[in-house]
């Protein structure tokens, strides 16, 4: 019986070695994940990166995020002429991105550029496109959209309008002073290459005019 327990033993602990060796050896050969971050008026492009699934590699697009401003949301519809948004509860401000988008030759994969992916974060907040105010905006994409598409060889600048949870905003207290004095980044990808664009309040490709 005591032999048969050290045999079991044994195995235990033969298996439990070689566990640790696969493990240690998947966590050192996986490939790493890298970060490049760019600035408001830098060409970004998408290349072979994508945000969970390699079917949503968009090689051929790019993007030039062009400014970024906070609004009061009342004043945010009737700049952008929204008279009737279907949006029941939502935030008091509104943080608007505006990007122009490129496609040099790209059928756009199967879902084009995704709107959830493209999400506005700080070192412990994420905000989200509101898609109701987006589909408002642009009418043709449908009236809460996910994404959308460009023809080959073309362009089209979009304005993002980018809102807080509901939750996030009573975390945070003051929703306007958050928003006016926190840096951002826009997200483009996440993998293999997490690639973002650092902006706040006020930014402007005006102030990067090299690019």
Not at 59 to 65: A, C, E, H, I, T
Not at 130 to 149: D, V
Not at 171 to 189: I, Q
Request: hydrophobic share 40%.
């Amino acid at each position: 019986m005591k032999k048969r327990r050290i045999i079991i033993g044994s195995i235990i602990l033969l298996i439990l070695f070689v566990w640790i060796i696969v493990v240690v050896h998947v966590n050192t050969t996986a490939e790493k994940q890298q970060t490049q971050v760019y600035k408001v008026g830098d060409q970004v492009y998408y290349g072979n990166n994508y945000y969970d699934y390699s079917s949503e590699i968009i090689n051929g697009y790019s993007l030039k995020v062009l400014s970024c401003k906070v609004y009061e949301y009342d004043e945010y519809l009737k700049l952008m002429g929204i008279v009737d948004p279907a949006v029941s509860t939502h935030a008091k401000y509104v943080v608007d991105v505006e990007i122009n988008f490129f496609n040099e030759d790209s059928s756009g994969g199967k879902y084009g550029v995704a709107l959830i992916p493209t999400y506005l974060a700080a070192t412990d907040n994420r905000l989200a496109v509101n898609s109701e105010l987006f589909g408002a905006m642009y009418p043709q994409l449908g009236s809460s959209p996910l994404g959308f598409m460009l023809q080959p060889n073309s362009n089209m600048t979009f304005h993002f309008p980018y809102q807080m949870e509901l939750m996030a905003y009573w975390h945070v207290g003051d929703e306007r002073h958050f928003l006016e004095n926190t840096e951002f980044y826009l997200n483009a990808t996440q993998y293999p290459v997490k690639q973002v664009i650092q902006m706040k309040n006020g930014s402007s490709a005006a102030e990067n005019p090299e690019q």
